[in-house]
Every structure is written in C-alpha cells, then in structure tokens.
C-alpha cells in the first residue's frame, strides 16, 4: 500500500498539515485514508453508550454502524500495541494512506518542523525521512525543504512519490 508518514514532535502542525493537505490530494483525484497514532489513552467511546456497556462487558471489538458511517473499537486487553503494518492491514484499498505520527516506524516520512518548539530535527538520524516541512529556511538540511504553508508543493512531492511502498 502506497504511504507516506507525516512526523514531527508535539506541537508542530502534523494534524494541521493533515487537514489541509487532505482536500489538496482529494481534489488531485487520490482516494486516501489517514492512521494517526495517540501518545495517550483515549476512547472515543463514553459512558452510558450502548458500545461502551459491550466494551466493559468484555467484548474484544465493538463495531458501531448507522447509515452514514461505521466505527470499530478494539480492546488491546493486555496485548501489545498493534504495529502500523497491523493497522495498514484493517484498510479498505485507497491509492495513499497518510500516517500522522509513528515517527519511530520505518516508513517514508516528511518531517514538520517548527523551530520555535526548540526540538531537535528528526531527519538526522532517520533515513526514511524524504523531506521537511517547515516553518523557516533550514541551514545543512539534505533532504527536500518545503514551506509549511505550502500544500501544494507538499503535495507535489507527495505525489511526485507515487512509487513509495511500505512493504
């Protein structure tokens, strides 16, 4: 399946990016999907729903369905967290699926950078990082630079991608 990560630290405009980006693709004619990785426990689930009393019941998987949409909320129950190549596998086909955050996961990344944060790149040390996002110019960067602001250059690398595979 054809992907492509966005990586940055807390704070940086990943999901932002993913936003804006998003409709760009669409309007190019790409069918996509997104993953994005919580640093935190979160439910998307609450109290008093049906879904929820099946979930503290004991079900492994919940899978709540209307006519406009359909969630599936699995519990973990004390099994390690799925790796992204677990979680690619639950997608229906799409020509691109964007993953926001896994920066650690071997897979072909732009990186989102703002320098204000005071956090160091992460493109140094990762080679599967084919560009970077960011808010200013970048001195002894290697990899392709582009503004954060400018989703349709990002997306012309994106797309100029086309041939990247996770296997």
Known sequence: MKIIGLAGWSGAGKTTLVAKLLPVLIARGLSVSTIKHAHHAFDV????????????????EVLVASATRFALMAEHRGAAEPELPDL????????????????????????????????????????????????????????????????????????ARAGWYYD
């Open 45 to 60: 689930d609450t109290p008093g729903k049906d879904s929820f009393v099946h979930r503290q019941a004991g079900a492994r």
């Open 88 to 159: 690619l596998a639950r997608l229906a086909p799409v020509d691109l699926v964007v993953v926001e955050g896994f920066k650690r996961h071997a897979h072909p990344k732009i990186e989102v950078f703002r320098a204000a944060l005071g956090k160091p790149m992460l493109w140094p040390g990762d080679a599967t990082i084919v560009a970077v996002a960011s808010d200013g110019a970048l001195e002894g960067c290697d990899r392709v630079v582009i503004g954060l602001d400018d989703v349709e250059a990002i997306a012309d690398c994106v797309v």
